[in-house]
C-alpha cells in the first residue's frame, strides 16, 4: 500500500486565500484523523471521521475552518479565508479498529506558510 | 483535559548508548502509542502499547497503565534514530493527545 497519501506538500498563499489540503488514506481503514503541528501547541487534534463521518470536531480552531469525507478514499480540510496564525504543518493520519489494536498511520503532512 | 510530559525534552547520545525516555500522564487512558518524527518531519509509529512490554529491534516499550507512565526504551543507538520521539495517550474515546516531545540527537 503507498501510504497515507496527502497534498500539496507545500503551500503558501496570502492571507484572505483559500486553502484547501487534501488527504487519501490507506485502503479500507475507517477512521481518518487530521492533526495540525505548531512550534507553540504541538501536535493537535482538529477533527475525526469514522466510516466518512465526521465524530469530533471539537478541536477545530475556528468556523473558518471545515472538513469533508465525501467517500472512504478521499477527505478535504479547508480554510477560508486564511490567517497567518494557521501556517502551520497539517497531517491526515488513518486508522483501523482504533480501540481494539489499530494504530494511526500518518501522511507526510503539508507544511502551509500564509503570508 | 488530560496532561502528557515527557522527558527529557532534549536527549544527546553518542552512537551505541542507550537511553530511556518517559512519558507520564496525568489520567486514565484507554491506550497509548510511541511515535518517531525523523527530520523530514515524517510521522511513524512504533509502538501501539496501552500496557505492558513490547519490543521490535532496538526498540522496546512498556507502558503501567496503573500508574501512569510509559518507558520507551532504545538500545544500542544509530544515528538514524535522531529525530522527535512523542507519546500519544488515547483519552476519551478515540482522541488521541501528543505529549511535547523529546528531541534525540545521535552523534556518530
Known amino acids: 500500500d503507498a501510504g497515507v497519501i496527502q497534498s500539496p506538500r507545500h503551500e503558501v498563499t496570502e492571507m484572505g486565500q483559500e486553502v484547501t489540503l487534501r488527504c487519501k488514506p490507506i485502503s479500507g481503514h475507517d477512521y481518518l484523523f487530521w492533526y495540525r503541528q505548531t512550534m507553540m501547541r504541538g501536535l493537535e487534534l482538529l477533527i475525526y471521521f469514522n466510516n466518512n463521518v465526521p465524530i469530533d470536531d471539537s478541536g477545530m480552531p475556528e468556523d473558518r475552518f471545515s472538513a469533508k469525507m465525501p467517500n472512504a478514499s478521499f477527505s478535504t480540510l479547508k480554510i477560508q479565508p486564511s490567517e497567518p496564525r494557521d501556517s502551520a504543518v497539517y497531517f491526515c493520519a488513518s486508522s483501523f479498529f482504533l480501540t481494539t489494536g489499530g494504530t494511526q498511520y500518518f501522511g507526510p503532512g503539508t507544511r502551509l506558510t500564509v503570508l | 483535559g488530560i496532561q502528557v510530559e515527557q522527558s527529557p525534552p532534549d536527549l544527546i547520545l553518542q552512537e551505541g548508548a542507550n537511553s530511556t525516555l518517559r512519558c507520564n500522564f496525568s489520567?486514565?487512558?484507554?491506550?497509548l502509542q510511541w511515535f518517531h518524527q525523523n527530520p523530514w518531519g515524517q510521522l511513524i509509529n512504533l509502538f501501539y502499547i496501552p500496557s505492558g512490554t513490547k519490543q521490535n529491534g532496538r526498540l522496546s516499550a512498556t507502558t503501567v497503565a496503573t500508574e501512569r507512565y510509559s518507558l520507551l526504551y532504545i538500545s544500542s543507538s544509530q544515528t538514524t534514530d535522531s529525530g522527535v520521539y512523542f507519546c500519544?495517550?488515547?483519552?476519551?474515546?478515540?482522541?488521541?493527545?501528543f505529549g511535547s516531545g523529546t528531541k534525540l540527537n545521535v552523534k556518530p
Open positions: 500519544a495517550v488515547e483519552y476519551n474515546f478515540n482522541k488521541f493527545y
Open positions: 489520567d486514565s487512558v484507554n491506550n
